[in-house]
């Protein structure tokens, strides 16, 4: 079982991240925090790298549940997904699997969580 969803996309990078930061407020879903990789990683470390975001993002009425659930779920909050540039090959969009990460908390509560939050995409 793979650990996350993956799609290439042709589109700007700056316009990859607007279509996806949309597609998941249309799910239910805001952003709550936006890492600039490739900035961060310049100002830390002075090194190139292609541009990456992450986008931590959270649905509400779902983190509710998984939070009465598992009080320490929110070590894996907010779902991330990434928005990452392949030079000469289009722009990849990831996301976390809810099912594969819920698996291992080993709650049964959380996995039928995910799987309601998978079924309703």
């Given at each position: 079982?793979?650990?996350?969803?993956?799609?290439?996309i042709?589109?700007s990078f700056e316009?990859a991240?607007?279509?996806?930061?949309?597609?998941?407020k249309?799910?239910?879903?805001?952003?709550l925090?936006?890492?600039?990789?490739?900035?961060?990683l310049k100002?830390?470390l002075?090194?190139?790298f292609?541009?990456?975001?992450?986008?931590?993002?959270?649905?509400?009425?779902?983190a509710?549940?998984?939070?009465l659930?598992?009080?320490?779920?929110?070590t894996?909050?907010p779902?991330?997904?990434?928005?990452?540039?392949?030079?000469?090959?289009g722009v990849?969009?990831?996301?976390v699997?809810?099912?594969?990460?819920m698996?291992?908390?080993r709650?049964?509560q959380?996995?039928?969580?995910?799987?309601?939050?998978?079924e309703q995409?």
């Open positions: 079982m793979s650990y996350y969803f993956s799609k290439t042709t589109a316009d991240v607007a279509r996806v930061t949309e597609a998941l249309k799910e239910g879903f805001g952003i925090t936006d890492i600039d990789v490739q900035a961060t100002k830390k002075n090194t190139e292609r541009k990456y975001r992450i986008l931590g993002a959270c649905n509400p009425p779902f509710y549940q998984a939070l659930a598992e009080d320490r779920i929110g894996m909050l779902c991330n997904v990434i928005v990452q540039e392949w030079p000469g090959s990849e969009v990831s996301a699997d809810p099912v594969a990460s698996a291992t908390v709650n049964p959380l996995g039928k969580i995910a799987a309601e939050r998978c995409s």
